[in-house]
């Protein structure tokens, strides 16, 4: 069991992690590869205090170095779910279940809409979830809709499991199998009756037993119901606590501006509260700064 579970590996998560750990608490960040992280995406970023002129993945490669080096530990996937439960949470990420003492939501933006039929599909035919639900699917056709940087891994497992996977994003990724189809369409649907039958990609349908929908990212209002909104994002207090006790939020899922700075300050409150919030703290270590 952890102290802390951080949701989230861009900068305000780990600004939290960091900040937990030089007050000696145990922490696990959850998040999925470093190229799922947006701002890696950025070219230069020119309003960090200090460090401009750096590459978005010269500054989380930074950033995940230093939380690294004060012991935050890593675990590479996406958050399926979390939820409370005599006085600890639970995160399920695939097939694993995570345990902490508090939560720090630190999930970015969530993009994009969801596809019509999602929400009604869900369990019924939709999953988020290769490594939990493939098993069910085994010798049926399957649709991946690949969005996150560990997607083409997913549907490359699904078809090692014995499923017909058809791929769908808007490129064909390398790392996929070349025995697996591809379709590259943009205009998704999920249609069915009792359950979900088919995808209609581009208009055209694609039948399947079952649509995998591989985001980096989920709204956290879908990670754990309960949750309070503002608008679009997470409803905050000035101590980055959420609605729900030992839950705290951080950076863009609290709300604009969508900045790296807004965002690491973010998480260096919510990380102090959520240490506050486990009660006195344990003796320093002596290499911790
Ligand atoms: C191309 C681009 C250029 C930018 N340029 C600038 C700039 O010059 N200056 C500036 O200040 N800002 C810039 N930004 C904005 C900046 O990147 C964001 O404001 C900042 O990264 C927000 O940090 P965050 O930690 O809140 O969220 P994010 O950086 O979005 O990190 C959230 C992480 O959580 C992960 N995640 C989400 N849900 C889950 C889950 N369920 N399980 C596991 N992991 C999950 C996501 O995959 C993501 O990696 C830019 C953004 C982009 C996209």
Redesign the pocket.
Known sequence: MYDIIV???????LSAAVQARSRNRSVLI???QER????S??GR????LGMPGLS?RELIARFSTHAAQLGAERME????SAMATSGRFLVAVGSEVAEGRALIL????AHGPKYPGESEFLGRGVSYCATCDGMLYRGKPVVVVGASAQAPEEANFLQELGCQVTYVSRTRPEALQPSIDFVSAVRLEIVGDQQAAALRADGREIPCACVFLLR???APAD?MPGLALSGPYLQVDRDMATNLPGVFA????TGLP??????VGE?LIAGHRACDYLGNPPPPASNIC
């Not at 630190?106 to 933006?109: D, L, P, Q, R, S």
């Open positions: 949701i989230g590996g861009g900068p305000a998560g959850i998040s999925g799922d992280v947006p701002l995406q950025a970023v020119n309003n960090y978005g996937g996406r958050a399926l630190a999930t970015g933006v980096p990212s989920m990670l951080a950076g863009d899922c969508l900045q790296i700075s807004k965002a998480g």
